[in-house]
Every structure is written in C-alpha cells, then in structure tokens.
C-alpha cells in the first residue's frame, strides 16, 4: 500500500446531513481548515455509533482548535439522517455526515472494501492546505479514540506552527518537544 501522507486529498462533491439539514460538501469546503475525515464501514452497526458518539463527546474542544468533522460511510445522507433520528448516540453528532454510496470519496483516500461496497475505519488528519497529515485504518472490530486523535492533532498544529520542531512519542501540548540535530543522535 503506498503511503497517502502528504498527499492531497481527491476532489469531491457530496451530500451530508448536518445539523436537520441537507448539505452540499465539497473538498474546496475543507481547505482553509484542519479537518478529520473518519470512514467507517455503516450506520445502524456496532462498533460506528460508539466511534461518532466518542467524536461527538470531544467536538467542541476539537472546534475550538479550528477542527472540523467529517463522517464518511458509504451509505446515503437520507440514511444518516435516519440513524441520526432514532439513535441516541448518533443523535448527538453535530458535525457533518457525507454520504458516499459511490464510493468515489472512500476509494480517494484508498479505504474501500471492494468485495463489501465499504469502508475500512479510516482516520485521517488534514492541514488547511488540504494535506493529509496522519492516516490510520482499524481492523473492522477495533474501536478508535477521539481523545487519541485530539492528541495528534495538537501534536500536528505544534509542529506545523514551531517549523524545526518534532512532537516525542506520546507528547501532549505543554510537553517538551525535539529539535532534530547533530547534538541529538545517539543520545536520546
């Protein structure tokens, strides 16, 4: 599998629910921004709603960092709004559901199951230049955490912003960071 990071994310138009409403989202609506695309495989399943439910517990600190959400499943928008209307987990997602029942979005970012018609549990971080920045994808039972990649993605601002520096394994914001050197080989 050839390595997606730095690559720019494809382009695309889609139809999301978001917030009781229909909306059209573009991949020129996510640059300017940092944004998290989380595929996951179908709504009204198992281990998704606790996955878009943990995401929605952290999106207002994640907004609050310039963050935006996107769920990507390969469903249809109306079928997100259903899940969204009859279960309590999904019901608190606030961020926007893209539907993507050709795909097209899913195979960009390489994450189809072609024999299934579905997606892999794909993360992934982009910066506002529309450059994916951490990539990661989950066998089918293996939840994932938002707090987790609430951390990368300070961890993503950090670097971007401080440009020479690198975040350690397991850095949190306010933690001492690295500046590659001559100085530093062998010693850490």
């Known amino acids: 599998m050839a390595s997606i990071i730095n690559q720019e994310i494809p382009e695309f138009s889609a139809q999301a629910f978001v917030n009781g409403e229909f909306k059209t989202i573009t991949s020129d609506d996510v640059k300017g921004n940092w944004a998290i695309f989380l595929f996951y495989p179908a709504d009204f399943t198992f281990v998704c709603p606790t996955e878009l439910e943990d995401m929605a517990a952290h999106y207002d600190e994640l907004k609050g960092l310039g963050v935006e959400v996107y ?22 997602v606030q961020y926007p559901m893209i539907g993507d029942p050709t795909g097209r979005i899913t195979r960009g970012f390489n994450v189809m199951i072609e024999e299934a018609g579905l997606a892999e549990r794909g993360t992934f971080l982009v910066d506002p230049d529309g450059f994916i920045q951490v990539a990661e994808i989950h066998a089918g039972g293996i939840g994932r ?4 990649m609430l951390r990368k993605v300070k961890a993503a601002q950090y670097v ?3 440009d020479g ?20 080989v062998g010693k850490i």
């Open 165 to 184: 520096e690198v975040c350690p394994a397991a850095w949190e914001a306010g933690q001492a960071t690295l500046k590659p050197s001559l100085d530093l």
């Open 71 to 92: 769920s990507v499943s390969t469903d249809t928008h109306f079928t997100h709004k259903a899940w969204h209307d009859s279960s309590d987990a999904i019901g608190k």
């Open 145 to 148: 955490s938002a707090k987790d």
């Open 160 to 162: 971007r912003e401080n």
